[in-house]
């Protein structure tokens, strides 16, 4: 019985393609977050605009996020009212609800229509990563 011989030239190819790739990579996953942060934001303000109502006309306006980067592979957006914004306080009410008051959701329906076109450009980036030979 004969050993098969390893062959590195694939292994040096992969390894040529990883360090290539995963900077790239890394930008482009950035950037597809950066996006879904604006996009939510824009859809939450947009709901708002047609669920706060005469009493928080200024609310919609409060709505924005924060971005940041925990090492050069995690991001996160923080998106939501400025509570020190002119009605940004009203955040929790409108969007949760109270005793008196049903829930919006203005938040979560952004979340929710954008989800799937966040996760579509995720699965891309990493087929594209991923496609090497």
């Not at 002119?86 to 929790?92: D, I, S, T, W, Y």
């Not at 109270?98 to 579509?120: K, M």
Request: charged content about 25%.
């Amino acid at each position: 019985m004969t050993a098969a011989r390893f062959d590195m030239n694939d292994v040096r190819r992969l390894e040529r393609h990883l360090a290539r790739s995963i900077p790239r990579l890394r930008r482009d996953a950035r950037a597809v977050t950066m996006r879904g942060a604006v996009n939510i934001k824009r859809d939450w303000r947009a709901n708002a605009r047609q669920t706060a109502g005469k009493h928080g006309r200024l609310y919609p306006r409060t709505i924005g996020f924060d971005f940041a980067a925990y090492g050069p592979d995690i991001w996160m957006a923080i998106i939501g009212p400025d509570k020190a914004g002119p009605q940004g306080a009203l955040g929790n009410l409108l969007e949760y609800g109270s005793v008196h008051n049903p829930p919006h959701n203005d938040g979560g329906r952004a979340l929710a229509a954008e989800l799937p076109r966040f996760e579509a450009q995720m699965q891309l980036l990493a087929e594209r990563g991923l496609a090497w030979w």
